[in-house]
Structures are given as structure tokens and as C-alpha cells.
């Protein structure tokens, strides 16, 4: 496992990679898969708008606390919600790049800021004692799970929570397909899926409040858009197996294990 002094180091690599977004041909191909496919797979069947709306929910109301958001990039899907309704905002990621384009959406919210920084870094980023830490696809690029968790310890006030979203490699089909791919991925340096050993060191440290699997009986709704039927019927079997995972997973571990995603709001003990 990687020292967070090390983790600093690849996270550098990590900025030069997102600000000029050199991808080589496998990570090009991975990467049209997971955002013409998967993502398309999760409009289809309503998975993208229900986790927004649940993320809100999760949030709660904004109007006192203290919001990062961790890895925005130059804004995800709730950066301007969380940024207009919280007390206090920083968005915060690796590339000066796209935090200059963030900061330039949040020029007329006097509460909202985006800093270029390691959140591993103190010297960096001293900020602490938020409320809400909202990490949406971000928890897994840390490959030792105990830096990270330590710093999101610190860094969250008494009773603070996470909400993040991220990929799992817990499904065989899942695993086999990512084992092969990893050798040829242009960042696989700081690409961790959660695995179950992951999950459980997150489960062990903060209270889990509420989860849900994504993708599960339902990454098998590709094979349902080959067959001779209209689009209606196919989102209609599409959501009934969402709706399977969204459920089962809440309590099965097994159930969970066999999803493509994770989203869950954690509370600091």
C-alpha cells in the first residue's frame, strides 16, 4: 500500500493527466464504454436522476453548513445547487485547469470558492470542520483506503457526513473484464475500484446511513437492447431490475457485491 507521501506524488501525475487529458487508446475505448454505454444504460433506466435527487435528500438543508466538494473537476452535476443553497463552498480537485473554469461559474455566489490543491496536503489545503464532504466518483483513487479515511476523518466536523458515489469490482464478470484492461490503462496508477475489503474498512470507520447498489441484474440491460423489442418494454425490464438492486442491496451484501456502483452517505462517528 502506498504512503500518503507517495499518494501526493502520483496525485501529481494525476493533475498533469486531467489537465491535458492524454489518454491512450484502451483508456479512450474504457472510457466511451463507461460514458456512451453505462452512463446511457443509467438515463435509460433512471438511475442518474434518482441518485441526484437522493443525494439532495442526503445533503439535507444546506443553509448552515460548511460544503467541499471533493474532485469537481470543473463542476459535477450539483456544484451550483450546493454552491447557491450552503452556508460555506469549496470545490476543490487536482487541476488548476478546470477549477479556473469552476471558479469562473461561481464569480457571482460570494459564499462559493475553487481552490487547485491536494486534499492530502495540509499545507496545501488546511481547510477542515465541514459538514457535508461530497465526493461523486472520487473515493476510489486512492489506492490505500486507511490514508484516505484518515484524512476524511480530519477534515469532517463532529457529526459531518460523505456522500459519494464510485465504482465496485466485486462482481466476477466485473473483475475479470477490469483485470484485463488494467495492464493497458493510461490511469491505472489512480484508478481503485472498491473492493469488498475497501467497502468494509468505510463501513468499519464511519456509521453507513443508507446505500445502494447500482447496476447489478441491471448491467445485463445491454443484452436487452439486442433483442426485437420496442424501446418501451426494454426500459420496462431495465427498471425492474434497477429497482431489484436499489432495494436489496440496502441489507444484502451479496446483493451489493454483485453491482457495478456504490452510492452511500456516511457519518463520521
Known amino acids: ?26 483508456t479512450r475505448m474504457w472510457s466511451f464504454v463507461r460514458e456512451k454505454t453505462l452512463k446511457q444504460i443509467r438515463r435509460d433506466i433512471g438511475v442518474l436522476n434518482q441518485s441526484y ?19 469537481c473537476f470543473s463542476g459535477n452535476n450539483l456544484s451550483l445547487y450546493l454552491a447557491e443553497n450552503s452556508k460555506e463552498y469549496i470545490g476543490l480537485d487536482l487541476s488548476d485547469l478546470a477549477i479556473a473554469k469552476l471558479n469562473e461559474r461561481l464569480k457571482n455566489i460570494p459564499t462559493a470558492k475553487a481552490i487547485a490543491a491536494d486534499f ?4 496545501d489545503f488546511p481547510d477542515k470542520d465541514f459538514d457535508v464532504i461530497y465526493a461523486y466518483g472520487v473515493l476510489h483513487h486512492f489506492q490505500n ?18 456522500v459519494s458515489y464510485d465504482p465496485l469490482e466485486t462482481s466476477l464478470p ?9 495492464p493497458f ?20 470507520t464511519f456509521k453507513v446511513i443508507e446505500r445502494h447498489g447500482v447496476l447489478g441484474q441491471a448491467k445485463w440491460y445491454f443484452l436487452i ?8 418494454k426494454k426500459q420496462e425490464i431495465g427498471k425492474k431490475w ?26 463520521k462517528k
Request: with cysteine; aromatic share 10%.
Open 242 to 267: 434497477h429497482k431489484k438492486d436499489w432495494e436489496l442491496s440496502v441489507n444484502s451484501d451479496s446483493h451489493l457485491f454483485s453491482c457495478m456502483q456504490l452510492t452511500m452517505v456516511m457519518q
Open 120 to 123: 492530502l496536503s495540509e499545507t
Open 145 to 162: 483506503p486507511d490514508v484516505l479515511i484518515n484524512k476524511l476523518n480530519e477534515k469532517l466536523a463532529s457529526g459531518g457526513i460523505i
Open 185 to 204: 490503462q493510461s490511469d491505472k496508477d489512480w484508478e481503485w475500484p472498491f473492493t469488498k475489503k475497501t467497502y468494509y474498512k468505510f463501513h468499519n
Open 53 to 71: 435527487d437522493l443525494h439532495k435528500e442526503w445533503f439535507g438543508d444546506l443553509t448552515h453548513k460548511k460544503v467541499l466538494d471533493l474532485g
Open 225 to 232: 437492447n439486442l433483442l426485437p423489442l420496442s424501446d418501451a
Open 174 to 182: 466485473i473483475k475479470i473484464l477490469r483485470m484485463l484492461y488494467r
Open 1 to 26: 500500500m502506498k504512503t500518503e507521501a507517495e499518494i501526493i506524488e502520483i496525485n501529481k501525475k494525476q493533475k498533469e493527466f486531467y489537465n491535458h487529458k492524454k489518454k491512450n487508446l484502451p
